[in-house]
Structure formats: structure tokens, C-alpha cells
């Protein structure tokens, strides 16, 4: 696997550019390739690394991002509207193939996915190491003090208050499921809309609370991700879902700028990447070229 690099102060010293989500292309002479992202800061992201290597290795490219949901995404994929975006494998399952039951391993849901979308005539490209699932945060203090390394040691507490956003508090992913897989009856929720479960945490408002595993803030405060052994979470890396006919056509043409860039993307990168959109309110666009090219990648 390549070395990465990380995105380091330099970064954070280029000014501000704001948030890119229009409709975007470079002049040239190669194939004509259109990528799409969805309406978050992730996608955004990775939209913009896909493209720009793209565009490095002669490609047309046309991009477009802020699409829209899961749903309207896909829709755009087949029906030709864009060629390829970022997709995460637990979302394909959950969304669009609907198993009866879960795989219970990243590998096995990478497979199940990848099975999936060749039904539809999609191909998906292998996937990254990092994840962006959901996941059970707490004080790194507590967590010492009481030992808690899965999200079952919880009951060591006793009677404690856990942030869940209001509109997962009853899904399958949120507070009803977790205190059932994990028999934390004593555990009591607090809605709080997203972001706002990280200075709750911080500052002794609840005592555990629910996030996103690529979420910045994991980089500011001192958490501690407890294990979900019973892997309710799920698995969620992200793979390029592209139209197989594209595939066929310009094969490692294609594939291995899309691969090289993936197979960098670790959750603390990601995180890093996230941080500098996010947070330190660079466009997408410059985090990517900035990770790009201290990657050496254009």
C-alpha cells in the first residue's frame, strides 16, 4: 500500500475559498467523463480528489456536485447523467439491495454490494480503508478510569445520559438500537442535533454519545471510540461506483487513478481531510489538490 502523506500545517495557512458544490469542468481533448458526489462535505471531497486525477491522467472531466441523496444519485448513474461517484458499501446494501440480513464482516458487505450493483450493470471499484460509520464516542478520562473498550462496558456506569441526533433516536442505527443490541436499559437519551453531541460530551452534559467515525472533531477533542463487537454500525467504506460499459472501455485507463486515491484514504486522513473542508473552510476543491500533491499524485 502507498505511504500517505498527511495534510499538514501548510494547509492551513491557504486562504479560504469557500465551499465549491457547483458544476464543474476543465477544458481538454481526452474522454469525456462526468463525476458526481452527494449534498455533504465527505462527497464533496472525494468528488473533487476523483476528478482532479482524472483530469490529471487526460480525462474530460465534468463534475458535479451537491446531487442530491443516496436515492438520487443512483438514479443519475443510471440513467447517464453522471458516470461514477462515491458510494459507501453498508449504504448500497441498506438502501438499494435490502438483504434480509446484514453481512457481519467490511469484507462481506464490500462483496455483497459489489454483487448487487453488477446486476445493475455498475461496477464497483475496491474500497477504502477507512469507514464513515456510525459510532459510540467517550471521555478518553472515563474510559480509562472505568475501562470501557466496547460499547457493552457502558453498563459499568450505570445510570448514564447518551446524545443521539433527534432523527436517529428510533433507527436502526441510533438509541433504541444500541440500548436493546447492548442491554443498556439504565442508559437515557439526549436529543441533540448533529455537532452539538462533541461539547456536550466534552463538557460533562451526557457521558457517551453518538457520531460519525470521519467526523473532524474527533481530531480536537479527547474521545475515545468504544468497540461495537455486536456490530450493529455496520460497515460502511466507500468505493467509485462507475457504469461497467465505461469500465470496459478505458479499463486501468480509468481504474488505477480512482484506486491510487482510495487506497490512501485512512479514517485519520479522512478526518484530516474533513477538518481542513469543514472546519478550516477551505473549498474541496484546494483540499484535494493539496492532498493530491503531497501524495505526488498530480
Given at each position: 500500500?502507498?505511504?500517505?502523506?498527511?495534510?499538514?500545517?501548510?494547509?492551513?495557512?491557504?486562504?479560504?475559498?469557500?465551499?465549491?458544490?457547483?458544476?464543474?469542468?476543465?477544458?481538454?481533448?481526452?474522454?469525456?467523463?462526468?463525476?458526481?458526489?452527494?449534498?455533504?462535505?465527505?462527497?464533496?471531497?472525494?468528488?473533487?480528489?476523483?476528478?482532479?486525477?482524472?483530469?490529471?491522467?487526460?480525462?474530460?472531466?465534468?463534475?458535479?456536485?451537491?446531487?442530491?441523496?443516496?436515492?438520487?444519485?443512483?438514479?443519475?448513474?443510471?440513467?447517464?447523467?453522471?458516470?461514477?461517484?462515491?458510494?459507501?458499501?453498508?449504504?448500497?446494501?441498506?438502501?438499494?439491495?435490502?438483504?434480509?440480513?446484514?453481512?457481519?464482516?467490511?469484507?462481506?458487505?464490500?462483496?455483497?454490494?459489489?454483487?448487487?450493483?453488477?446486476?445493475?450493470?455498475?461496477?464497483?471499484?475496491?474500497?477504502?480503508?477507512?469507514?464513515?460509520r456510525n459510532a459510540v464516542a467517550v471521555?478518553?478520562?472515563?474510559?480509562?478510569?472505568?475501562?470501557?473498550?466496547?460499547?457493552?462496558?457502558?453498563?459499568?456506569?450505570?445510570?448514564?445520559?447518551?446524545?443521539?441526533?433527534?432523527?436517529?433516536?428510533?433507527?436502526?442505527?441510533?438509541?433504541?438500537?444500541?440500548?436493546?443490541?447492548?442491554?443498556?436499559?439504565?442508559?437515557?437519551?439526549?436529543?441533540?442535533?448533529?455537532?452539538?453531541?462533541?461539547?456536550?460530551?466534552?463538557?460533562?452534559?451526557?457521558?457517551?454519545?453518538?457520531?460519525?467515525?470521519?467526523?473532524?472533531?474527533?481530531?480536537?477533542?479527547?474521545?475515545?471510540?468504544?468497540?461495537?463487537?455486536?456490530?450493529?454500525?455496520?460497515?460502511?467504506?466507500?468505493?467509485?461506483?462507475?457504469?461497467?460499459?465505461?469500465?470496459?472501455?478505458?479499463?486501468?485507463?480509468?481504474?488505477?487513478?480512482?484506486?491510487?486515491?482510495?487506497?490512501?484514504?485512512?479514517?485519520?486522513?479522512?478526518?484530516?481531510?474533513?477538518?481542513?473542508?469543514?472546519?478550516?473552510?477551505?473549498?474541496?476543491?484546494?483540499?484535494?489538490?493539496?492532498?493530491?500533491?503531497?501524495?505526488?499524485?498530480?
Open positions: 500500500m502507498r505511504r500517505r502523506t498527511f495534510l499538514t500545517g501548510s494547509l492551513g495557512v491557504v486562504a479560504a475559498a469557500g465551499v465549491a458544490t457547483a458544476t464543474g469542468s476543465a477544458a481538454g481533448t481526452g474522454p469525456v467523463i462526468t463525476v458526481g458526489s452527494k449534498q455533504f462535505t465527505e462527497s464533496w471531497v472525494m468528488g473533487e480528489l476523483y476528478a482532479q486525477i482524472l483530469r490529471k491522467r487526460g480525462f474530460d472531466v465534468v463534475l458535479k456536485s451537491n446531487v442530491g441523496s443516496a436515492d438520487l444519485i443512483d438514479r443519475a448513474l443510471r440513467n447517464g447523467q453522471i458516470d461514477l461517484y462515491p458510494e459507501y458499501t453498508g449504504v448500497i446494501l441498506q438502501t438499494f439491495a435490502m438483504p434480509k440480513h446484514m453481512p457481519t464482516t467490511a469484507r462481506d458487505t464490500y462483496e455483497a454490494a459489489k454483487k448487487f450493483e453488477a446486476g445493475r450493470g455498475i461496477s464497483l471499484l475496491p474500497p477504502t480503508p477507512f469507514q464513515n471521555r478518553t478520562a472515563d474510559a480509562r478510569k472505568h475501562k470501557l473498550k466496547t460499547v457493552g462496558d457502558l453498563k459499568r456506569l450505570g445510570k448514564i445520559s447518551y446524545a443521539e441526533y433527534p432523527d436517529n433516536i428510533t433507527g436502526p442505527l441510533g438509541f433504541d438500537a444500541v440500548v436493546k443490541a447492548y442491554g443498556l436499559h439504565d442508559m437515557k437519551v439526549r436529543p441533540l442535533n448533529i455537532g452539538l453531541q462533541y461539547p456536550a460530551l466534552k463538557n460533562g452534559d451526557v457521558d457517551a454519545a453518538d457520531v460519525f467515525t470521519t467526523d473532524p472533531q474527533l481530531r480536537r477533542y479527547d474521545f475515545t471510540i468504544l468497540d461495537d463487537d455486536q456490530a450493529i454500525f455496520g460497515f460502511q467504506n466507500v468505493s467509485p461506483v462507475v457504469r461497467t460499459s465505461l469500465v470496459e472501455k478505458y479499463g486501468k485507463r480509468l481504474t488505477e487513478p480512482l484506486n491510487a486515491v482510495d487506497e490512501l484514504l485512512t479514517e485519520e486522513a479522512m478526518q484530516a481531510l474533513n477538518e481542513a473542508a469543514a472546519m478550516m473552510r477551505l473549498s474541496p476543491a484546494k483540499v484535494a489538490d493539496r492532498f493530491l500533491r503531497a501524495n505526488k499524485l498530480i
